[in-house]
C-alpha cells in the first residue's frame, strides 16, 4: 500500500482497524506484563520469595532492558518500518512469557522476565508515533485514550485468566498459555496493519505532495525537548504517578487476598471487574475532557489528570477501609457488603488515576515535530517506566517487608497508604506543566 493510499486510509475506516489492532497488542503487553500480579502467592510459595525480592523480579527485571532498549528501537522506528518492528517486539515479548513458565527457580524467572522487557521495549512508542500519524490533533487525545485500553483490558484479562489458568492448571501453565497467544498473533498483526505517512494527519486536507522530512539524529531530539521545561514536568509527573499504578496494579491481589480473605480464585474475578470498568471509564473520560478543554487552552491537557489525581486519593484511602463502615470483612458481619461497597470505590480511583494516559501522551506528541515523535515518546516512557516500574513495584514489597514487624499480616496496607504521596507529587508537576506547555508547544 503506497503512502498516497494509506494516507487515504487514514481519513476513513482503517484508522479504526489500525486503533483495535493497536489494542489488541497493547492488551497482549499489559497482559503479560501484570500477569504477576495475580500469580504472586504460588509463585512467592514455591520459590520461598520475601515482597520485596517478587517486586524487584517483577520490577527491576523487567523495567532494566525495557526502558533502555526502547530509545535506541525508537531511533529505528523513525527511520524504519515502525510495524515490522512491533511484530518483531510482539513475538519477542510473548515467547519470553511462555519461557517464564518453565523456570525452575528465581533466577531463571528474573531473566525470562528481563526477556519480557527486551520485547516490550518496542511495543509502545511506535504505537504512539503511529497513532499520532493516523488521527488529526482534534482528536489525537482521545485516539490515546483509546489506546491505553490496553491497560485496564490486559490487567483485567491477566488477572482473570491467569488467576483461573493457575488456580485448575497451575502457575506455570498461566504463562505458557498468553504467550502462545502473543506468537500466534504478530504474524495477523503484520498482514494488517500499514506504517501511515510520518507527520501526515498534520499536512492539509488532500496534500499528497509535501516532502516528509528526514528522522533527526537521537542528539537533536534530545536538545529540543531538553529546552522544554514542561518535557520534564510531564515525565516525571507520570512517573511519579506510575510508582503508584504499577505498584498498587501488582501487589492489589495481594492485598485482597491478606487483608480481605479473599481466594485466588475470588481475586482474579474481583480485581479484574475493578480493573476492567474502573480503567475503561477512566481513561476515556480523561481523554474526552481533555480533548474539549485543550481545544480551548493547552494547559486543559495536565490539568485535566492533575484534578483527577487530587480526587483519587481519598477515594482510594477510603475504598481500603470501606469494611469498616458496614461491619467488617471476609468472614466477619457484613463481608459480602462490605467487598460490594470496596468494588464499587475502588472503581473511582482506578479510573481517575488512568486518566492522565490519553492527555498526557498526547501533549507529548506535540512537544517534538513529527520526524522525532517516536523518539521523544520512548524518552518519555524512559522516565516513566525506568522510575515507575522499577521503583514502584519494588517500593511496595520493600516497605511491607520493612512494616512486618509492627502491621503483620497488614503491612501491605500500611505500604499502600505510604505509596498515595506519589498520586500528589504527580498532580504537582502537572499543575506546573499546565503553566507552560502553550510556550512549548508545536503545531
Given at each position: 500500500?503506497s503512502?498516497t493510499?494509506?494516507?487515504a486510509?487514514?481519513g476513513?475506516r482503517?484508522?479504526?482497524?489500525?486503533l483495535?489492532?493497536?489494542?489488541?497488542?497493547?492488551?497482549?503487553?499489559?497482559l503479560?506484563?501484570?500477569?504477576?500480579?495475580?500469580?504472586?502467592?504460588?509463585i512467592?510459595?514455591e520459590?520461598?520469595?520475601?515482597?520485596?525480592?517478587?517486586?524487584?523480579?517483577?520490577?527491576?527485571?523487567?523495567?532494566?532492558?525495557y526502558t533502555?532498549?526502547?530509545?535506541p528501537?525508537a531511533?529505528?522506528?523513525?527511520?524504519?518500518?515502525?510495524?515490522w518492528i512491533?511484530t518483531?517486539?510482539?513475538?519477542?515479548?510473548?515467547?519470553?512469557?511462555?519461557?517464564?513458565g518453565?523456570a525452575?527457580?528465581?533466577?531463571?524467572?528474573?531473566?525470562?522476565?528481563?526477556?519480557?522487557g527486551?520485547?516490550e521495549?518496542?511495543?509502545v512508542?511506535?504505537?504512539?508515533?503511529?497513532l499520532?500519524?493516523?488521527?488529526?490533533?482534534?482528536?489525537?487525545?482521545?485516539?490515546?485514550?483509546?489506546?491505553?485500553?490496553?491497560?485496564?483490558?490486559?490487567t483485567?484479562?491477566?488477572?482473570?485468566?491467569?488467576?483461573?489458568?493457575?488456580?485448575?492448571?497451575?502457575?506455570r501453565t498461566?504463562?505458557?498459555?498468553?504467550?502462545?497467544?502473543?506468537?500466534?498473533l504478530?504474524p495477523?498483526?503484520?498482514?494488517?496493519?500499514?506504517?501511515?505517512?510520518?507527520?501526515?494527519?498534520d499536512m492539509?486536507?488532500g496534500d499528497?505532495?509535501?516532502?516528509?522530512a528526514?528522522?533527526?539524529?537521537?542528539?537533536?531530539?534530545?536538545?529540543?525537548?531538553?529546552?522544554?521545561?514542561?518535557f520534564?514536568l510531564?515525565?516525571?509527573?507520570?512517573?511519579?504517578?506510575?510508582?503508584?499504578?504499577y505498584?498498587?496494579?501488582?501487589?492489589?491481589?495481594?492485598f485482597?487476598?491478606?487483608s480481605?480473605?479473599?481466594?485466588?480464585?475470588?481475586?482474579?474475578?474481583?480485581?479484574?471487574?475493578?480493573?476492567?470498568?474502573?480503567?475503561?471509564?477512566?481513561?476515556w473520560?480523561?481523554?474526552?475532557?481533555?480533548?474539549?478543554?485543550?481545544?480551548?487552552?493547552?494547559?486543559?491537557?495536565p490539568?485535566?489528570p492533575?484534578?483527577?489525581?487530587?480526587?483519587?486519593?481519598?477515594?482510594?484511602?477510603?475504598?481500603?477501609?470501606?469494611?469498616?463502615l458496614?461491619?467488617?470483612?471476609?468472614?466477619?458481619?457484613?463481608?459480602?457488603?462490605?467487598?460490594?461497597?470496596?468494588?464499587?470505590?475502588?472503581?473511582i480511583?482506578?479510573g481517575?488515576?488512568?486518566?492522565w494516559?490519553?492527555?498526557?501522551?498526547?501533549?507529548?506528541?506535540?512537544?517534538?515535530?513529527?520526524?522525532?515523535?517516536?523518539?521523544?515518546?520512548a524518552?518519555?516512557?524512559l522516565?516513566?517506566?525506568?522510575?515507575?516500574?522499577?521503583?514502584?513495584?519494588?517500593?511496595?514489597?520493600?516497605?511491607?517487608d520493612?512494616?512486618?514487624?509492627a502491621?503483620?499480616?497488614?503491612?501491605?496496607?500500611w505500604?499502600?497508604?505510604?505509596?498515595?504521596g506519589?498520586y500528589?507529587?504527580?498532580?504537582?508537576?502537572?499543575?506546573?506543566?499546565?503553566?507552560r506547555?502553550?510556550?512549548d508547544w508545536?503545531?
Amino acid at each position: 500500500m503506497s503512502d498516497t493510499k494509506i494516507q487515504a486510509a487514514g481519513g476513513s475506516r482503517y484508522r479504526y482497524v489500525v486503533l483495535a489492532m493497536l489494542i489488541l497488542v497493547y492488551t497482549l503487553n499489559f497482559l503479560d506484563r501484570q500477569i504477576l500480579g495475580i500469580l504472586a502467592k504460588p509463585i512467592k510459595e514455591e520459590f520461598g520469595l520475601t515482597d520485596g525480592q517478587f517486586g524487584l523480579m517483577s520490577g527491576l527485571a523487567f523495567a532494566l532492558l525495557y526502558t533502555t532498549l526502547a530509545i535506541p528501537i525508537a531511533w529505528l522506528a523513525d527511520r524504519f518500518s515502525r510495524v515490522w518492528i512491533m511484530t518483531t517486539a510482539l513475538t519477542l515479548w510473548s515467547g519470553f512469557t511462555a519461557l517464564c513458565g518453565f523456570a525452575g527457580g528465581f533466577p531463571q524467572l528474573f531473566l525470562a522476565r528481563m526477556g519480557v522487557g527486551i520485547g516490550e521495549a518496542g511495543g509502545v512508542a511506535p504505537a504512539y508515533s503511529m497513532l499520532s500519524d493516523y488521527f488529526p490533533k482534534s482528536q489525537r487525545a482521545r485516539a490515546l485514550a483509546a489506546y491505553a485500553f490496553g491497560i485496564p483490558l490486559g490487567t483485567a484479562a491477566g488477572t482473570l485468566v491467569g488467576g483461573l489458568l493457575a488456580v485448575h492448571f497451575g502457575w506455570r501453565t498461566a504463562f505458557i498459555v498468553v504467550g502462545l497467544l502473543g506468537v500466534a498473533l504478530a504474524p495477523i498483526f503484520r498482514l494488517v496493519v500499514r506504517d501511515p505517512r510520518r507527520g501526515g494527519a498534520d499536512m492539509a486536507a488532500g496534500d499528497t505532495t509535501t516532502v516528509q522530512a528526514p528522522a533527526a539524529p537521537l542528539g537533536e531530539v534530545v536538545r529540543v525537548l531538553a529546552a522544554k521545561p514542561s518535557f520534564w514536568l510531564l515525565a516525571f509527573g507520570a512517573a511519579s504517578s506510575s510508582v503508584c499504578g504499577y505498584g498498587v496494579a501488582l501487589w492489589l491481589p495481594s492485598f485482597f487476598m491478606r487483608s480481605l480473605g479473599l481466594t485466588l480464585r475470588e481475586t482474579a474475578w474481583y480485581y479484574s471487574g475493578i480493573a476492567f470498568f474502573g480503567g475503561l471509564m477512566g481513561i476515556w473520560l480523561g481523554g474526552a475532557v481533555a480533548d474539549r478543554l485543550g481545544a480551548k487552552s493547552k494547559a486543559g491537557y495536565p490539568l485535566t489528570p492533575a484534578v483527577a489525581f487530587l480526587i483519587s486519593v481519598p477515594c482510594f484511602l477510603l475504598a481500603m477501609n470501606s469494611g469498616s463502615l458496614v461491619g467488617g470483612l471476609g468472614g466477619q458481619g457484613g463481608g459480602v457488603a462490605a467487598l460490594a461497597l470496596a468494588f464499587a470505590i475502588f472503581l473511582i480511583p482506578t479510573g481517575l488515576n488512568l486518566a492522565w494516559l490519553g492527555p498526557i501522551t498526547a501533549a507529548v506528541q506535540h512537544l517534538a515535530p513529527a520526524p522525532m515523535r517516536t523518539t521523544a515518546s520512548a524518552l518519555f516512557l524512559l522516565i516513566n517506566n525506568l522510575l515507575g516500574i522499577a521503583v514502584g513495584t519494588y517500593y511496595f514489597g520493600l516497605v511491607s517487608d520493612l512494616l512486618k514487624p509492627a502491621f503483620g499480616q497488614e503491612s501491605l496496607r500500611w505500604s499502600i497508604y505510604t505509596g498515595m504521596g506519589f498520586y500528589l507529587v504527580a498532580a504537582l508537576l502537572f499543575f506546573l506543566a499546565s503553566r507552560r506547555l502553550a510556550r512549548d508547544w508545536v503545531e
